[in-house]
């Protein structure tokens, strides 16, 4: 009995897969700088990312919430387009390639990730508790295209609010276990059951 061959269109729509098209990227909040921003670029020249309707976002907008908004597109000056981050192209604290655990070619995936960002809309708000912005629009895109971090980037997601990390660190050495930020899914659960 011999054993197929494995064709070009099989490792194509292979799974598990690292998908090299789409590069992951993260920025961690900073303390008195910014709230941080998560992105995905796709070949380099298409990239989403979710942002508060309102630049720069007041106080009451950031712990109340308001309309989200697509790579910033209804602020010119940050050079946000439909198809493009502001952030598109910068530098950002993590970057990695996904994994697909999704079996479907690369042009499906992007299929669907397209399609995901056209049909999408929702509120922005930054909290300690799991609320649409920028970190669960990745995640929620995620869920939805069969995309995960894959091993060795689950730490990208960061440690949460940083003004509350003090905190955390005091709980987990005095629990022993460490706490997951409040306002990320915990490991292996999805955006959808968390939001609220």
Known sequence: MTTPQPTDEMAETEAPRVVERILVKRNEPMTWRSYGHWWIEIDGRESYGWWPSRLPARLRDVIGGCDGVLNAVHHSALGGTRTRDPNHGLLADHEFHPVLVAPKTDDALVADIRAFIQHFKGPWRWSTRPTMNCRTFQLALFD??????????????????????????????????RRWPGNLPPPGRRVTEVLR
């Not at 894959?150 to 997601?157: F, K, L, P, V």
Request: glycine share 20%; with cysteine.
């Open 144 to 177: 939805a295209v069969g995309l995960v971090d894959g091993t060795g980037n689950y730490r990208t997601r960061g440690q949460g609010c940083p003004a509350l990390v003090p905190g955390r660190r005091v709980l987990n050495v005095a629990t022993g276990q």
